[in-house]
């Protein structure tokens, strides 16, 4: 009997725009008439060994820039595979102006926050977007609005620095995988500051759901793991939400090799969730190791391996 009672929150893991990015990808490889190489440009979601899958299949996966400087690596000829996470239009007209090899595996929601910037825009509307810095979603829905007319704002203070003119007409749009509660202080600051703002939140379905029940299954344990990659902004949002909203401890680990076992010491309940990048099998290793965990083994040195 396991000593820890672990609690499998749902829904957890992939979500359809991850599960439809890797589908599009693996359906790539395996196409003996696309052109090689074939390289996707930045991850293709945010997990190691979602990217790792992708390598072995001959998928080469450019990473640590911009998209519109990752493609100057692709060579003439080759495919390009876009992310889940979007690209500008920019990066598209490049691709398309060297004939570059392309397919988009931009999520759908990701797609409906480009039309909507592309509507605001046509409209005469200058855009405030919430979102995470230097996180590649934001770049891609940004490059839809001219430069001076986009804004990125994270935190409450710095809408203090936004330098519209009051009587702009502005959209406030948001990135698909934030927080849901952060989102909201952040809402109501650009409110307070520009009153006749319009509010468009693109929180997806995916993210929220996830949230809630993460929110939810917090009050019946007595800490939550997230497993989730360091640069899964949906995984850091979970273990922010547990511990701002839910009130209780939250630790994220990337995969089973994390796991402390001093963790647990004191622990009868343990929530387990995952953001909505992370490969099942990777939260099933963590869910079995905590079904096995006995504390005897850990106050016994002699116990472990
Ligand atoms: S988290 Fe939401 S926006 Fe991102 S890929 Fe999944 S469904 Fe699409």
């Not at 592309?118 to 940004?142: C, F, L, N, W």
């Not at 379905?205 to 009050?219: D, F, I, N, P, Y």
Request: charged share 25%.
């Amino acid at each position: 009997m396991a000593e820890i009672e672990v609690v499998k929150i749902t829904p957890r893991g992939y979500c359809y725009g991850v599960v439809d990015a890797m589908t599009m990808a693996k359906q790539v490889a395996q196409d003996p008439n696309v052109p090689r190489p074939i390289f996707v440009l930045g991850q293709i979601v945010h997990n190691r060994h979602a990217v790792e899958a992708l390598e072995s299949l001959g998928i080469q996966t450019l990473d640590g820039g911009r998209r519109l400087e990752l493609l100057d690596q692709v060579p003439d000829g080759a495919t390009v595979i876009f992310t889940a996470h979007g690209v500008s239009p920019d990066v598209k007209r490049v691709a398309r102006q060297r004939g570059l090899n392309c397919f988009d595996a931009t999520c759908p929601d990701v797609t409906k926050t480009h039309t909507l910037i592309q509507d605001k825009v046509r409209d005469g509307y200058s855009i405030i977007y919430i979102g995470t810095k230097g996180h590649p979603e934001p770049e891609g829905a940004m490059g839809e609005a001219p430069s001076g007319r986009v804004a990125l704002v994270t935190t409450v203070d710095d809408v203090e620095h936004l330098g519209f003119d009051p009587k702009t007409s502005l959209a406030v749009v948001t990135q698909t995988t934030l927080s849901q509660w952060d989102t909201q202080d952040v809402i109501r600051a650009v409110q307070r500051r520009y009153p006749g703002a319009e509010v468009h939140n693109e929180i997806c379905l995916a993210t929220q759901l996830r949230q809630e029940a993460a929110v939810s299954a917090a009050s019946t344990v007595d800490m939550v793991v997230v497993v989730g990659d360091r640069r899964s902004n949906n995984s850091n949002r979970l273990v922010e939400v547990v511990d701002k909203v839910g009130g209780k401890p939250a630790i994220r680990v990337e995969e089973v090799g994390d796991l402390r076992e001093d963790w647990f010491r004191d622990v009868h309940t343990v929530g387990v969730t995952a953001g909505s990048s992370t490969p099942s099998q990777v939260t099933r290793a963590v869910i079995q190791w905590l079904e096995n965990y006995q504390p005897s083994n850990y106050a016994n040195p002699a116990n472990r391996t």
